[in-house]
């Protein structure tokens, strides 16, 4: 059974040509430039693209993750995973998670603008030392009065350097385990928030990727996402969503890069004959193609247990594990086609195998993945 409807198709088509107008044009320059402009969050608002998964109340159009899912490999397809990383961060992310579990003056503050896309979100888990393990985060939430301080840092945020508001994970209770974590709703404005630095990367060049510093920061109670001592469960929810937003981006990304090496090798000539009449050739790109069907229907297996509100823990890491992995494969594969012109960035591949390496590590690097598929399976 089919994941997607002819609903979900004719939104594929109205991202296509939104895009076609919009973004393609322009993200040479932003990648040549290491940074796309804020400006297209409210275009993207404007056409409903940032209210996939926001309610009506908010501005948003209140789909369910199968149109989440349309959308990710739909706008993965465009070749600069930097900004379209940002920008689901921002949407399918963040801006959800302050949907779910905010308060009524944190929803009211922030989620409005971020579905017209004039306040944009992240979401800071990862610290210089805590990466996959979150367990090690160090930032610390010290309530005074009726107010929290916090201090700390984190590194490697999406849209950290453009954020009007960002999610962030600190410790409350170092003593109580998974019930001492705490997320709390930081408006980048307040004192003692500051981009420390935004870091120089091989792929994602247009995103802005970036350490964040806070020093002595005060927030109100009201900026307590949900409840204290739930913010390592929230992010467990947040994360799963994530992983597969990732990988169905990686998806759509692979696929893109697939359907252009085709019609190069379908052109371009050696002894004779085109490239893509070589046998070997053939099959091999045959291989990878019937490997990328399967993983995008294990994607499909994996949202669908989303839509239905069950489990799938295991079901998601494993298919990041498996698809991003792929992706990258594809990737390498269509630049070895391209020859000498592969490793110019005058063609795609180059770009796509930089940029679709990171989704083996972001969000949950592989050997993480295969961990927790592992715990899943021997529990």
Same mark, same amino acid.
């Given at each position: ?110 989620? &409005? *603008?971020?579905?017209?896309? /004039? ?5 800071? @888990?990862?610290?210089?030392? !805590?990466?996959? %393990?979150? #367990? ?15 201090? &700390? *840092?984190?590194?490697?945020? /999406? ?5 009007? @508001?960002?999610?962030?994970? !600190?410790?409350? %209770?170092? #003593? ?15 004192? &003692?928030?500051?981009?420390?630095? /935004? ?10 990727? !970036?350490?964040?510093?806070? #020093? ?33 981006? !990686? ?129």
């Amino acid at each position: 059974m089919t994941l997607y409807t002819d609903e979900h198709r004719i939104f594929q088509q109205s991202i296509r040509k939104f895009a076609e107008k919009e973004i393609l044009p322009h993200v040479d320059a932003w990648e040549e430039g290491s940074h796309f402009p804020s400006e297209i969050f409210p275009k993207l608002g404007a056409a409903g693209f940032l209210g996939i998964l926001l309610d009506e109340q908010w501005g948003g159009v209140a789909r369910d993750y199968s149109f989440a899912s349309a959308w990710c490999e739909e706008f993965g397809r465009i070749p600069s995973v930097g900004f379209t990383t940002g920008v689901n961060m921002h949407a399918l992310i963040s801006a959800p998670a302050l949907q779910r579990f905010g308060s009524p003056a944190a929803k009211e503050q922030f989620l &409005g *603008s971020a579905c017209e896309g /004039t306040a944009i979100g992240a979401y800071a @888990f990862t610290e210089p030392g !805590a990466g996959s %393990d979150l #367990t090690q985060v160090q930032t610390r939430a010290v309530r005074d009065g009726n107010d929290y301080v916090l201090n &700390g *840092s984190k590194i490697f945020i /999406t849209n950290g350097a453009r954020a009007d @508001f960002v999610l962030t994970l !600190a410790k409350t %209770d170092p #003593t109580a385990g998974y019930d001492g974590f705490t997320t709390f709703v930081i408006d980048t404005k307040n004192s &003692g928030f500051a981009v420390a630095r /935004t870091l120089s990367k091989l792929g994602w060049h247009s995103s802005d990727t !970036a350490e964040l510093t806070f #020093t002595d920061l005060r927030l109100s109670k009201e900026m307590v996402l949900g409840e204290v001592g739930k913010g390592w469960y929230q992010a467990m929810q947040s994360l799963e969503w994530e992983r597969l937003m990732l990988t169905l981006a !990686a998806v759509g990304g692979a696929r893109a890069c697939l359907e252009e090496t085709v019609r190069y090798v379908n052109e371009r000539k050696i002894f004779k004959q085109t490239i893509g009449s070589i046998e070997v050739n053939r099959t091999e790109l045959a291989r990878l193609a019937s490997k990328l069907q399967a993983g995008e229907a294990f994607c499909h297996h994996c949202t669908r247990l989303l839509v239905e509100g069950r489990r799938a823990r295991k079901e998601v890491s494993l298919a990041k594990r498996v698809v991003c992995q792929l992706a990258i494969e594809l990737a390498d594969y269509c630049l070895q086609l391209h020859g000498g012109y592969g490793y110019t960035t005058e063609f795609r591949p180059e770009r796509w195998l930089r940029d679709l390496r990171l989704n083996t590590i972001g969000g949950g690097a592989n050997e993480v993945m295969l961990k927790i598929a592992a715990g899943e399976v021997f529990r």
